[in-house]
């Protein structure tokens, strides 16, 4: 089946850092999406983006499908956005899924 | 974005009883749901897939007799552990999306302790 790989896995950034986090994925997807899990487990989601660039505010992501990655870029940190971020790619075979990738743990400092 | 609700965001149960989970959308009809299980610090692993008004289909390994799911109507699936055991302890997570190939939408989760 398909592999997802993050990184980092961990990265400890202080408070107005810049950072950029990246998604790899092994074979042809129909959809990428990016989602920040917060401290009490809820999903966000950030990004629908199965090729191209969005914005949103401080976070932005780039998926690149033809070479098998997406980024998500964080700019001007702040504490709140510590978390956990995945990304998930869209399979559609004879079901559809989403497949999780191994996640970059994120802690912001003061 | 569609919101996705779920009931009870954490339960304690004795080995042996069964726990059932409640998932809802609560802004659109969910035509397929997904129930996912987290362990700590680690990432999501889809179990099963449900339809409304049709069986779920299971990912292999998870025992469907075990983890019974029912979804009944657009807004609602409902994932029920028989026979919990304190393994099945975990983090269980629902979503929807309003059509199979769309943006999928994320419940807030139930904590699962099992004693």
């Known amino acids: 089946g398909i592999q997802v790989e993050q990184s980092p896995p961990d990265l400890i950034l202080q408070e107005g850092a810049n950072s950029t986090l990246r998604c790899n994925f092994s074979?042809?997807?129909?959809?990428l999406q990016w989602f920040h899990q917060n401290p009490w487990g809820q999903l966000i989601n950030l990004f629908y983006?199965?090729?191209g660039t969005k914005q949103n505010g401080r976070l932005s992501a780039t998926t690149v499908a033809t070479e098998r990655y997406s980024l998500l870029y964080i700019s001007s940190s702040q504490t709140t956005d510590s978390g956990v971020y995945f990304c998930?790619?869209?399979?559609?075979?004879?079901?559809?899924?989403?497949?999780f990738g191994s996640g970059t743990r994120l802690l912001v400092r003061p | 974005g569609a919101v996705v609700s779920q009931h009870p965001s954490w339960v304690i149960c004795k080995s042996g009883t069964s726990v059932k989970i409640e998932c809802r959308s609560l802004?659109?009809?969910?035509?397929?749901m997904f129930w996912y299980r987290q362990f700590p610090k680690q990432s999501l692993m889809l179990m099963a897939t449900?339809?409304?008004?049709?069986?779920?289909?299971?990912e292999q390994g998870v025992e469907k007799d075990k983890f019974l799911i029912n979804h009944a109507s657009l807004t609602l699936s409902t994932l029920t552990v028989t026979s919990a055991h304190p393994e099945d302890s975990s983090f269980y997570i629902c979503?929807?999306?309003?059509?199979?190939?769309?943006?999928?939408?994320f419940g807030p989760g139930t904590r699962l302790t099992v004693l």
């Open positions: 449900s339809n409304e008004g049709s069986k779920a289909t299971y």
């Open positions: 998930a790619v869209e399979v559609r075979d004879s079901s559809y899924k989403l497949i």
């Open positions: 074979d042809s997807v129909n959809n």
């Open positions: 979503s929807g999306g309003q059509g199979v190939y769309n943006e999928q939408f």
């Open positions: 802004d659109f009809q969910a035509t397929t």
């Open positions: 983006i199965p090729s």
